[in-house]
């Protein structure tokens, strides 16, 4: 009989994708998903470390996973991801119930310790930075993800070090696939019915391949996506404003298929913050960047992301980014109170007081939702294009996103998956857009 894996997974896109590759791979050594978290025989916990007590909360959700199983046999608890990066060995010092830990690096070692290890209580930890090993890996081992859109990671890791971040230290050095691998993936990708690819890094606009003496970009990537006949939406996330280099700015004239919508962190609207953030880029410069693009196509829109009350954050600094936020008018974005994450150089500054803290946070948020709800009021009554994903758990009602990755949801059948469709929007709320197919103007997939 087949055994069961639950996998539970916390962060970002590339975590979700590393999900996916996991069971990919323990598939190959019978191993069945299950939403069944109360049954199963391998539990995954794959975690972040960016923000707030992300270490607390695992080994609270270890507890919790404890109980679950106590009268039934104990499943092989695997904790991955960046927490496990960051902990490495103390995990299993405090809490001997996790049989593994593996970080982001080392997912290609998943399996072979499954196979020669099935009895349980392991101790075993795998946290080195072996990147390269982990894609030849996963290279070989086909990709079933069988969703209308998909990610793809084509980058690994970050070289900047901005003071308040972890991910340097979680996900290690920058790597960037090789060119041809990832277009094979794409390609499988495809095959398995995926309509819209999101490339994926942790700085994804500092791909950097090198061939033959040709430097293979992002730029290039994307060009040869949009070749793809049955693909019809490409994205990427996330971008530093330093690598949004020209030949990639030139891909959203060039491109039909590249979404005119930025996601673009920007942090701070203060320059001084910047700086004391190590980000290596002015707010002028990123104004560049958007004026650029704004020329190129008008309708393009952005999104970022925001931390208030770093330290040495001045009332005069934050409403800097206030003005900024005005001023650009982000469609969807992410703003955070600065968290310190050990390890980091912001770590050990002194924090803004608390109160003051959650005074920006609700200030910076009452502008990027006002900016996010006005977006999708200017929706209503008009027809726009939507991706058609899947069909609403127990409802009649399809979802899907138009170019801005705006949530649409409409009646209809589920025949529509897969096809780009138009739908005439009749009302909205902050995160989603609702409305009818629009018959009149019914678009090929
Ligand atoms: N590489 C991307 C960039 O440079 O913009 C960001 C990747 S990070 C995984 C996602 C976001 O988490 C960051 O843009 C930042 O806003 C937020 N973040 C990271 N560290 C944080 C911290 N210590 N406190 C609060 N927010 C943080
Ligand atoms: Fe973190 Fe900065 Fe690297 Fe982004 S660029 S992952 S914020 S260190
Ligand atoms: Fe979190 Fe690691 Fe992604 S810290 S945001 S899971 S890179």
Do not use: W
């Not at 280099?245 to 910047?274: A, E």
């Amino acid at each position: 009989m087949s055994k069961k894996i639950f996998i539970k997974t916390y962060g970002c896109q590339m975590n979700e994708y590393d999900s996916n590759r996991i069971f990919d791979s323990v598939k190959k050594i019978g191993f069945i998903k299950t939403d069944d978290q109360k049954n199963a025989d391998c539990y995954v916990l794959n975690t972040c470390h960016i923000r707030d007590k992300a270490k607390e909360k695992v080994y609270h959700e270890v507890g919790r996973v404890k109980k679950l199983y106590r009268d039934k046999d104990k499943p092989l608890m695997i904790v991955a991801g960046c927490v496990a990066q960051a902990e490495n060995q103390e995990m299993l010092k405090r809490e001997p119930y996790i049989d593994f830990v593996v970080g982001p690096q080392s997912y290609h070692k998943i399996t072979q310790i499954i196979k020669n290890n099935s009895k349980k209580n392991l101790n075993i930890e795998q946290t080195d930075f072996d990147t390269i090993e982990k894609f030849r890996y996963f290279d070989k081992i086909k990709n079933n993800d069988n969703k209308i859109s998909s990610f793809l990671t084509i980058q690994e890791g970050c070289d900047k070090f901005c003071h308040f971040c972890v991910v340097p230290y979680t996900r290690g050095p920058e790597y960037s696939r090789p060119f041809s691998k990832i277009i094979k993936e794409a390609e499988e990708l495809v095959k398995n019915g995926s309509r819209e690819i999101t490339l994926l890094g942790q700085n994804v606009n500092a791909y950097s391949y090198i061939n033959n003496s040709k430097n293979f970009k992002l730029s290039d990537l994307i060009l040869e996506l949009e070749k793809f006949s049955e693909l019809e939406r490409i994205r990427y996330t996330t971008s530093h404003p330093r690598d949004m280099s020209d030949d990639l700015i030139d891909c959203y004239s060039k491109s039909k298929k590249l979404m005119p919508f930025v996601h673009l962190p920007i942090q701070s609207g203060s320059n001084k913050v910047l700086k004391l953030m190590n980000r290596k880029h002015t707010v002028e410069e990123y104004l560049n960047i958007y004026d650029k693009l704004k020329k190129i196509n008008n309708s393009i829109e952005f999104s970022s992301d925001f931390i208030v009350a770093y330290p040495g954050e001045s009332e005069h600094d934050f409403e800097e980014t206030i003005s900024l936020v005005k001023k650009i008018k982000f469609i969807n974005s992410f703003s955070f109170i600065f968290s310190p994450r050990p390890g980091t150089r912001a770590a050990e500054l002194n924090l803004i007081d608390n109160e003051i803290s959650k005074e920006r946070l609700v200030k910076i948020q009452k502008y990027l939702f006002s900016h996010q709800l006005a977006m999708n009021k200017s929706f209503i009554n008009q027809s726009i294009d939507v991706l058609v994903e899947n069909k609403m758990h127990d409802q009649d009602k399809l979802f899907g996103r138009n170019k801005y990755l705006n949530s649409v949801i409409f009646k209809g059948d589920k025949k529509e998956i897969g096809k780009v469709i138009e739908v005439k929007i009749e009302n909205c709320n902050q995160n989603s857009l609702f409305g009818k197919i629009d018959n009149n103007n019914m678009k090929a997939a």
